[in-house]
């Protein structure tokens, strides 16, 4: 316990008093291992009965169209990796994944005390300015690669099909499936993460830990039998965890995620191929699956740097706000250094106050992270 909480009465502080970047935020006072247990096991739960409640919608309503037949759904094809895709457990698939946003920030909500917007980034919101700058750097030339590689291997290698099923599902799956990558963002490089890597004493060796578990957790939920596939999924999940970690808030990979499934999904679904879109089975793979890993890496210094040049806040220490008095005894509360964000939301009026002898400190701490280009800290960032 910290000097300044053993002089105040009262709850502790629901954020961390020192500067944490993103996987670090629930280091505070108030953590204990067992909530980050708690709070995974609450958010497989919800994962289970969304995809429960979802998927069935969304195979009867398959089953009644006439778009799949029960006998698709047998033991023996599932456990191959071949899971027939209707449009409707296609948008029933989305809506699930797109729920494991307000789910997220139920169970945060509910274990650690911090509201939704420290999910978001280390600046306790989603920056959709810092959005659109992930839009042009990392989002556009994935796009790019995607499309170079769809049409060395031959284009759309069918024909293309406008009937009203197919234009009204592609527009279904241009509104869900954005909403589908960021609830995965905000589930598996959000809130799991940040439980495994609480629940580790050491900072580093907790951030590898939960790296490597819940890009593992990613991996099986995509119950695919090609082990190339598997390969993928682990490592794209790398990908999308650092940059997060290198831009202190998920934006960089709600961005890269979406790009991705967007640009896979359309021709598929403008050729009529959906059913075949959930075919992982093993041998649908091979080393060329691997090839976008090269460019995401490259992604993630790129988004680093941005980050920096654009002064988008990795670290930020947001619990000395919920203090009403950061001073014990005339001096400088513990953490004040780096206490406030550059771009953290003011609209509470509070911020932790700084003495000049620490300005220097503060500097040095800061100085990669402030918001050159916005004297406003972010005032124009917020929706």
């Known amino acids: 316990m910290s000097a300044l909480t053993q002089h105040r009465p009262g709850p502790r502080p629901t954020l961390p008093l020192s500067p944490q970047d993103y996987y670090g935020m629930l280091r505070t006072e108030r953590f204990r291992w067992w909530k980050g247990l708690l709070g995974i096991v609450l958010f497989l739960v919800g994962f289970f009965l969304l995809s429960a409640l979802f998927g069935t919608a969304g195979i009867i309503v398959d089953l009644v169209r006439g778009d799949v037949t029960p006998e698709q759904f047998s033991a023996d094809q599932i456990a191959e990796g071949v899971l027939p895709m209707g449009p409707g457990l296609f ?13 997220s920030v139920l169970v945060n909500r509910l274990v650690f005390g911090q509201r939704g917007g420290w999910l978001s980034s280390v600046s306790g919101r989603f920056r959709w300015r810092w959005l659109a700058w992930c839009l042009l750097a990392i989002g556009l030339p994935w796009l790019v690669a995607m499309l170079v590689e769809l049409f060395v291997a031959g284009g759309v290698g069918a024909t293309v099909v406008l009937s009203t099923p197919v234009l009204v599902l592609l527009v279904l799956m241009l509104v869900t499936t954005p909403l589908q990558a960021a609830g995965e963002e905000w589930g598996f490089r959000g809130f799991i993460p940040r439980c495994i890597a609480a629940m580790v004493p050491n900072a580093k060796v ?8 819940s890009s593992a957790l990613f991996m099986v939920s995509h119950l695919a039998q090609d082990p190339w596939l598997n390969v993928f999924y682990f490592f794209l999940a790398l990908v999308f965890m650092a940059l997060t970690w290198r831009t202190g808030g998920l934006e960089a990979a709600v961005v890269l995620h979406a790009v991705n499934n967007v640009v896979a999904l359309t021709p598929v679904i403008l050729t009529d191929q959906l059913g075949g879109a959930m075919d992982r089975s093993a041998g649908v793979g091979n080393w060329t699956t691997l090839l976008p890993i090269v460019l995401g890496i490259a992604l993630v ?7 920096r040049r654009r002064g988008i806040a990795r670290v930020s220490a947001p619990g000395l706000a919920e203090l009403q008095a950061p001073r014990v005894d005339g001096a400088a509360a513990p953490g004040s250094v780096c206490a406030t964000d550059p771009e953290a939301d003011t609209s509470s009026g509070t911020t932790a106050p ?14 990669v992270y402030e918001h050159r280009d916005d004297p406003q800290h972010g005032a ?4």
């Open 301 to 307: 210094f790129v988004a680093g740097q941005l980050a």
């Open 206 to 213: 907790g951030l590898a830990v939960a790296a490597v578990l």
């Open 354 to 367: 700084h003495t000049d002898s620490d300005q220097s400190a503060r500097r040095v701490t800061l100085d």
């Open 91 to 103: 948008i029933g698939n989305n809506l699930a994944l797109a729920g494991l946003i307000p789910l």
């Open 380 to 383: 124009d960032d917020r929706p």
